[in-house]
């Protein structure tokens, strides 16, 4: 079985410019998240999706992170403008649904330098 | 409060000796809990996880975990080291429906031939 898939899994910006991320969750997965994880740190949920409609976004920095995922499946997580503190790992990652206690599959995740 | 505290952020042990890493939280409902490992340059591995059925539990790679509600933790612990077990491992909590899984801060393992 596949799992999930992410791209690009590196990314060099300038301050202020803008990134985009990718993610196809594994078949079948209604639920997708987007975990932002800072060096030394454990991952920070950034948003949650229950197919396209989102469960959670209270720890997304609205000002510049944008994120959807259209008719359901893939999604994709925008960061304009870049600061220097977004410099982390992006992981998207899946579960058949957001029930609490179900495994939740991560992607090898997106690694983003902000210089 | 943490929801989730790992004690020693990095652990340093020899092949072939036990591996003990350290897990607390802190939950008013039963939690599930749960163990990943993330190598250099990847994702996060689900190691194991507890959902009740059982206190001790038994992952993948020799590891396993034991779930003691009177001491509210979890440790992770494997018999005997391998050098490919060096890795980041992180404890997470989900504290029921209408809570999200929680990471804690990840301990970094060491293993010296």
């Known amino acids: 079985e596949a799992g999930v898939a992410q791209s690009p899994r590196y990314k060099i910006i300038e301050k202020r410019q803008s990134v985009a991320f990718w993610c196809n969750p594994i078949s079948g997965h209604a639920t997708l998240y987007w975990y932002q994880q800072i060096l030394g740190q454990g991952p920070k949920l950034l948003i949650q999706f229950q197919n396209n409609g989102v469960v959670d976004d209270s720890q997304l920095p609205k000002d510049r992170f944008s994120a959807e995922r259209l008719k359901g499946v893939d999604s994709t997580l925008k960061i304009q403008p870049a600061k220097l503190e977004d410099s982390a790992v992006y992981l998207c990652?899946?579960?058949?649904?957001?029930?609490?206690?179900?495994?939740?599959?991560f992607g090898e995740g997106s690694w983003l330098t902000v210089v | 409060a943490q929801s989730v505290t790992q004690l020693g952020s990095h652990v340093s042990v020899s092949e072939g000796a036990l591996v003990l890493l350290r897990c607390n939280y802190s939950?008013?409902?039963?939690?599930?809990l749960f163990w990943y490992v993330q190598y250099p340059n990847q994702g996060l591995q689900l190691l194991l996880k507890y959902t009740s059925a059982a206190t001790l539990v038994k992952g993948i790679n020799g590891f396993e975990a034991e779930f003691k509600k009177s001491e509210t933790s979890f440790h992770l612990t494997k018999p005997s080291a391998h050098m490919s077990d060096a890795a980041e491992y992180f404890c997470?909590?989900?504290?029921?429906?209408?809570?999200?899984?929680?990471f804690g801060t990840g301990t970094r393992l060491a293993v010296r031939p």
């Open positions: 990652a899946s579960s058949l649904s957001g029930t609490a206690g179900n495994t939740i599959y």
């Open positions: 997470a909590v989900w504290r029921g429906s209408g809570d999200k899984l929680t």
């Open positions: 939950s008013s409902v039963p939690p599930y």
